[in-house]
């Protein structure tokens, strides 16, 4: 499929171009590493405790904030979830000195978070032995409703519990009266429920405990996991090629890595274990754009010795141009669907995924070919890359 046919776009002619706008935007990263905010690390790397909440009612992001504050929680980040006003992630810390190297002192501060979050009265009917109907599981309601409703309870149970952990419900019952539409809900049930259990305006929505030692070491695996990852495509490419060629690759990946972080460090996101993946992924995928074009390039060398250097490569870009749009366009549109309808899970590694594609496309045209052309003006090989 030619997308574009017969091109003679001069890439080369920007070359300066290229690489004062990628140097600078390196440099801007480098410094925000350094002395600005830099990347701020998720969970999986720092350590800590996530807990996702949902309020039955619209709760200002200031509200939370000030209690969780109030109540110690001062290491805390609080992000707003959806435009309901109702839903937030938040990301807590112990404090230095505090437990940072025990996993159940992190599980101890999930527990704070949420009880702080809490009113007075509900903190006060939990510590009684109350039974919150928005943090029961179905076995524990199967259990509760059986001695009064024994041919029923399994049912009410399950439904129940699906119909809180609907798209409609988000995970909390605000009232009761929202229960009558189960198939085998009854007044006399509804009336057992309102006497034996409370609807909290809090449901935890997920809760997850991370070691700093854990996050220490998945910081250094993933570390080890890019480096290897690179110094094994250097070792392919120069084989494959020359070690002009692999060079080349291996400093465009680099490139893209350090382009695509700072793109990112600036965004508020959070460097987690998917964002990592999406890295991986995308050292892949611009190593193979790079590739189209060198073997484009060493086919070309064939019947092209004559020509400038920097022609062969204009030449061999406008060639595999048309290929390069396509595969890139189609990933993009892919990247694009899961950033835009494939929730907050897998968010940010769509986001990583769609900034990499760009810088991706743009690196192996300008960046990889830019290498190769300033390779040859410094070390002037004599085989294997034309003439000057």
């Given at each position: 499929?030619?997308?574009?046919?017969?091109?003679?776009?001069?890439?080369?002619?920007?070359?300066?171009?290229?690489?004062?706008?990628?140097?600078?935007?390196?440099?801007?990263?480098?410094?925000?590493?350094?002395?600005?905010?830099?990347?701020?690390?998720?969970?999986?790397?720092?350590?800590?405790?996530?807990?996702?909440?949902?309020?039955?009612?619209?709760?200002?992001?200031?509200?939370?904030?000030?209690?969780?504050?109030?109540?110690?929680?001062?290491?805390?980040?609080?992000?707003?979830?959806?435009?309901?006003?109702?839903?937030?992630?938040?990301?807590?810390?112990?404090?230095?000195g505090e437990g940072e190297e025990d996993i159940e002192a992190h599980e101890y501060l999930a527990a704070q978070v949420v009880n702080a979050l809490r009113g007075e009265d509900e903190k006060r009917v939990l510590e009684e032995g109350g039974i919150d109907l928005n943090a029961i599981d179905q076995?524990?309601?199967?259990?509760?409703?059986?001695?009064?409703?024994?041919?029923?309870?399994?049912?009410?149970?399950?439904?129940?519990?699906?119909?809180?952990?609907?798209?409609?419900?988000?995970?909390?019952?605000?009232?009761?009266?929202?229960?009558?539409?189960?198939q085998d809900m009854t007044p006399e049930v509804l009336t057992f429920l309102r006497e034996n259990t409370i609807l909290t305006r809090l449901a935890v929505l997920a809760r997850e405990s991370v070691g700093p030692q854990v996050g220490h070491d998945l910081r250094q695996k993933a570390t080890q996991a890019i480096i290897w990852a690179m110094l094994g495509m250097l070792v392919y490419i120069g084989i494959r090629f020359q070690y002009a060629y692999g060079v080349a690759a291996i400093l465009t990946l680099f490139h893209d890595v350090l382009v695509t972080m700072t793109i990112f460090s600036f965004t508020n996101r959070e460097l987690n274990l998917p964002v990592v993946a999406a890295i991986m992924t995308l050292v892949g995928y611009s190593l193979n754009d790079t590739i189209v074009i060198f073997d484009r390039v060493r086919d070309n060398l064939k019947g092209m010795r004559k020509h400038k250097f920097e022609d062969l490569l204009n030449v061999s870009i406008n060639q595999t141009l048309s290929r390069t749009i396509i595969t890139s366009g189609t990933t993009f549109?892919?990247?694009?669907?899961?950033?835009?309808?494939?929730?907050?899970?897998?968010?940010?590694?769509?986001?990583?995924?769609?900034?990499?594609?760009?810088?991706?496309?743009?690196?192996?045209?300008?960046?990889?070919?830019?290498?190769?052309?300033?390779?040859?003006?410094?070390?002037k090989p004599k085989k294997g890359m034309g003439r000057n």
């Open positions: 499929m030619q997308f574009l046919k017969k091109t003679n776009i001069p890439f080369l002619k920007y070359k300066y171009i290229a690489l004062a706008v990628s140097g600078a935007v390196i440099v801007v990263g480098l410094l925000n590493f350094t002395v600005g905010k830099g990347i701020t690390q998720g969970i999986d790397f720092q350590g800590g405790a996530l807990i996702r909440v949902i309020f039955s009612s619209q709760v200002p992001i200031a509200e939370v904030r000030s209690t969780l504050n109030a109540a110690g929680i001062d290491k805390s980040r609080i992000q707003e979830v959806g435009a309901s006003g109702r839903e937030f992630l938040i990301r807590a810390m112990p404090k230095t076995t524990s309601l199967a259990a509760l409703l059986e001695p009064r409703f024994p041919d029923q309870a399994a049912g009410i149970a399950a439904a129940l519990v699906d119909l809180r952990n609907s798209p409609e419900f988000m995970g909390i019952i605000q009232d009761l009266s929202q229960l009558e539409q189960i549109l892919t990247v694009a669907a899961l950033f835009l309808f494939g929730g907050e899970v897998i968010n940010d590694f769509a986001f990583t995924m769609m900034i990499g594609v760009i810088i991706g496309t743009y690196s192996s045209i300008y960046q990889s070919c830019t290498i190769l052309h300033f390779w040859k003006k410094i070390f």
